[in-house]
């Protein structure tokens, strides 16, 4: 098992504590591409192919619904990558 796979399982077993800091990890290691507003919005916008995604930047973390909207995003992406393939 990989790093990025463990990591993987981590966020999903405990969604209510997950750092920004390893979600951006995961989801740039997943092929999203990363864009943060340079207007002092804590919002960071990441996209793959047509999957788009805003996570607010929070500390010390992130919201869980947040958390699952990434992993459904990740999913998303993976299952276009397939068909197109």
């Given at each position: 098992?990989?790093?990025?796979?463990?990591?993987?399982?981590?966020?999903?077993?405990?969604?209510?504590?997950?750092?920004?800091?390893?979600l951006d990890?995961?989801l740039?290691?997943?092929?999203?591409?990363?864009?943060?507003?340079g207007?002092?919005?804590?919002?960071?916008?990441?996209?793959?192919?047509?999957?788009?995604?805003?996570?607010?930047?929070?500390?010390p973390?992130l919201l869980?619904?947040?958390?699952?909207?990434?992993?459904?995003?990740?999913?998303?992406?993976?299952?276009?990558?397939?068909?197109?393939?």
């Amino acid at each position: 098992m990989s790093k990025i796979e463990k990591l993987r399982k981590q966020i999903e077993e405990g969604p209510k504590h997950v750092r920004f800091e390893d979600l951006d990890r995961l989801l740039q290691a997943c092929g999203f591409e990363v864009r943060q507003s340079g207007h002092g919005s804590s919002h960071y916008f990441y996209s793959k192919g047509r999957v788009k995604l805003s996570i607010p930047r929070r500390r010390p973390h992130l919201l869980p619904i947040y958390v699952r909207l990434a992993l459904e995003a990740i999913d998303l992406a993976e299952q276009q990558e397939e068909e197109a393939a």
